[in-house]
């Protein structure tokens, strides 16, 4: 029986999707190949986003593909922890501003 | 400083034992394919030399640096060094070869003690393309290098040389302490005396090797990145950039080892294959020339002591119609060839 839940050789298998639902699947890695193009943002800047937002989901696929990414296009690593600390600052951001609705409905019950 | 595998006594120093870690494990057991196998699926085995193009000449394995990917093993401590005599040979086939590319290879080719004389003699047979692959350091080594960026644009030489990132952190690990700011102010001083400026005829192109255990990015969009990061940073201005594959030999397969990374190394790369680079591998239209005068399909293949598959084995016996033809010598660190868009010592090949 497999011991975890994650597998790095999983990563490998990404493109079997396509087996059990090949018009989907194709669809699928279709739009993905098309998003990483150059576009008005750069191979290079989408390499980055991706990786800020591989930590986000915590997606350890993610993590391993893009950190790898970004090493073969030359990006350092202080500039990927600067993009890690953008994904850190949404979520962190993303959490405390919902204190504004635990505000608003603590200011509303109480007297 | 690192020192070579050579001075270390390892093991890996000798290219059989090399060989056999090439040959054994995950591709004995089946889990990867042989290089041979993968380029039969597409009709591509024996891979056979064309017609050939770009001669390159190994001067020797003495060099400044010890870098820990090289693939040559080369350092302050290796003393096989051309002789004037082997030169005197090389020099005979240059003027008869239909190359049109004539590539000087080291170690660091300008401590070979006749480079300098070789160049000048080489220079008057008037090969299209003349080629010294530079490491930049050496230029400011030493005083007696200080006046080189004169010397190669009196011949007209076509200059290349090696920078792993446009940042000191990554170039140093690679290439040890320093090695950066040398690089820099070396291109500094080749840019001044018009090399690699952007209307000039005296080329200037920069090599890219991965400081990894990962493959080189797309050859178009390091180049843009490299250009801006060297010019606003530095305002060094260079022609091309060349992404190169690190190879799994000599000091670069030390270092798989002993990170760890050699099996998933291998498996990126046979995952990386493409069918495509192969018709246009270096080895089919180079030959190698050792410093002391073997012939070889490549620069790895020399280095591997898998001599070209001919009758003709020696710079002495030259023939450049029997040398045609000729299968070449293949094993899985030619997987590094194949990968991605291909790689040669000209960067990609697709
Ligand atoms: S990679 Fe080049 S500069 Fe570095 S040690 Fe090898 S021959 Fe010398
Ligand atoms: S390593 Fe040499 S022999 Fe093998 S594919 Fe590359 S150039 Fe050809």
């Known amino acids: ?111 | 400083m690192i020192k070579s595998l050579h001075q270390r006594n390892s093991e890996l120093a000798k290219s059989n034992r090399q060989l056999e870690i090439l040959s054994n494990g995950i591709f004995q057991n089946g889990d990867l394919p042989k290089f041979k196998d993968k380029i039969a699926e597409t009709g591509q085995f024996p891979l056979k030399a064309k017609k050939l193009e770009i001669l390159q000449i190994n001067v020797g394995y003495m060099c400044n640096q010890v870098c820990e990917h090289c693939h040559v093993d080369a350092g302050p401590d290796r003393k096989e060094i051309m002789t004037r005599d082997t030169m005197r040979q090389c020099l005979e086939v240059i003027k008869n070869t239909g190359a049109h590319t004539l590539d000087l290879t080291g170690g660091a080719p300008e401590m070979n003690p006749d480079f300098r004389w070789f160049v000048e003699e080489a220079a008057k047979a008037g090969i299209k393309d003349f080629i010294v692959r530079s490491n930049l350091t050496i230029i400011r080594a030493n005083k007696k290098y200080y006046d080189l960026p004169d010397f190669f644009k009196k011949h007209n030489v076509h200059v290349i040389s090696s920078m792993p990132h446009w940042t000191k952190g990554k170039t140093d690990k690679q290439r040890g302490n320093g090695v950066f700011d040398k690089s820099i102010k070396a291109l500094q001083e080749l840019n001044a005396v018009g090399y690699g400026m952007p209307d000039s005829d005296l080329r200037l192109d920069l090599v890219y090797n991965p400081s990894g255990a990962f493959l080189p990015g797309n050859q178009a969009s390091m180049e843009k990145d490299f250009k801006k990061a060297l010019l606003d940073d530095f305002d060094i201005n260079f022609h091309n950039l060349f992404t190169i594959t690190n190879l799994p030999i000599a000091r670069f397969l030390d270092y798989l080892i002993a990170s760890e990374n050699y099996e998933d190394y291998m498996y990126a790369l046979v995952e990386a294959y493409n069918p495509a680079a192969v018709k246009n591998v270096m080895c089919t239209n180079t030959l190698s020339i050792s410093w002391d005068g073997f012939l070889y399909d490549c620069d790895f293949n020399q280095m591997l002591d898998l001599p070209v598959n001919s009758k003709v084995k020696h710079i002495s016996e030259y023939n450049e119609e029997l040398l045609e033809g000729r299968t070449i010598m293949i094993s899985q660190h030619c997987y590094g060839c194949t990968a991605g868009a291909g790689s040669s010592c000209q960067g990609s090949v697709t």
């Open chain 1, 1 to 111: 029986m497999q011991k975890t839940y994650y597998d790095p050789a999983d990563l490998k298998k990404f493109g079997k999707i396509t087996e059990w639902n090949e018009e989907l699947g194709n669809k699928f890695f279709d739009y993905y190949a098309k998003v990483f193009e150059e576009g008005k943002l750069t191979a290079r800047e989408k390499s980055l986003i991706a990786l800020a937002v591989a930590h986000t989901e915590q997606c350890p696929y993610c993590i391993d593909a893009y950190t790898q990414d970004g090493l073969q296009r030359g990006i350092t690593k202080e500039e990927m922890m600067e993009a890690l600390h953008v994904g850190a600052a949404i979520k962190g951001g993303a959490t405390l501003v919902h204190g504004v609705q635990m505000m608003n409905k603590v200011n509303k019950l109480e007297m």
